[in-house]
Structure formats: structure tokens, C-alpha cells
Nanobody, 127 residues
């Protein structure tokens, strides 16, 4: 069973940066794809970015393209989300998630495709 623990959230002013980390235990990179989701108060959880660690393929939703970067470190078993040029509308709880589905389905970023979730880390962006 994969276990995920996020960290790195915090408060930042608009235009600032944060890097989120997700420590992954009991993980087989050849099996899973990984993603970041977020959920703002009163809104549904939505996908942000996904990565297939075994070949480095990445996918970003339109509203973070050019601002966020998803990456992973095999040696550290850690997933990252570098967030630059943050906006107040980026304020949300951010979750990392793992999926054993194919990359085609992982890129769709449907919640149902992701079987394992972390507890989340809060990101607050002030104007």
C-alpha cells in the first residue's frame, strides 16, 4: 500500500513561490503515476498536474501552465510541485495522489482514477 505525506504549504503574497513535497513510501515507480490536486473552500477537488515517473511524462491543467512544475526524485522517493507566480485564486488545500491506471487515464485527472491520497497541505496566497 502506497503512503503519501505532503509538506511545504504555507502563506505567501501574490507573485511569490512555494514548493510542495510529497514523500512516497512503499512505492514502485514502474507501477504508479502521481499527481497533485487541490481543493478550495466550497469547491470541488480539481487536478493540477500529473507525472509518470518512469519516463518523466507530465501533464498540466491550463490554469497552471507556465507557473507550476511537477517533478520527482527517485532517490528520495519524493514528488514535488514548484509553484511560481502564485495568485490568490491558487489558495487551496493541495493533495498528492497515486494511481495504478495507465497514463492515458492519469492525464484525465479524474478523482476516481487515484486510489491513494495524502492528508493535504494548505497553501494561502494573499493579494
Amino acid at each position: 500500500q502506497v503512503q503519501l505525506v505532503e509538506s511545504g504549504g504555507g502563506s505567501v503574497q501574490a507573485g511569490g513561490s512555494l514548493r510542495l513535497s510529497c514523500a512516497v513510501s512503499r512505492f514502485t515507480y514502474t507501477t504508479y503515476c502521481m499527481a497533485w490536486f487541490r481543493q478550495a473552500p466550497g469547491k470541488e477537488r480539481e487536478g493540477v498536474a500529473a507525472i509518470l515517473p518512469r519516463d518523466g511524462s507530465t501533464y498540466y491543467v491550463d490554469f497552471v501552465k507556465g507557473r507550476f512544475t511537477i517533478s520527482h526524485d527517485n532517490a528520495k522517493n519524493t514528488l514535488y510541485l514548484q509553484m511560481d507566480s502564485l495568485k490568490p485564486e491558487d489558495t487551496a488545500m493541495y493533495y498528492c495522489a497515486a494511481s495504478a491506471a495507465s497514463w492515458f487515464f492519469c492525464r484525465l485527472m479524474r478523482l476516481s482514477q487515484y486510489s491513494t491520497w495524502g492528508q493535504g497541505t494548505q497553501v494561502t496566497v494573499s493579494s
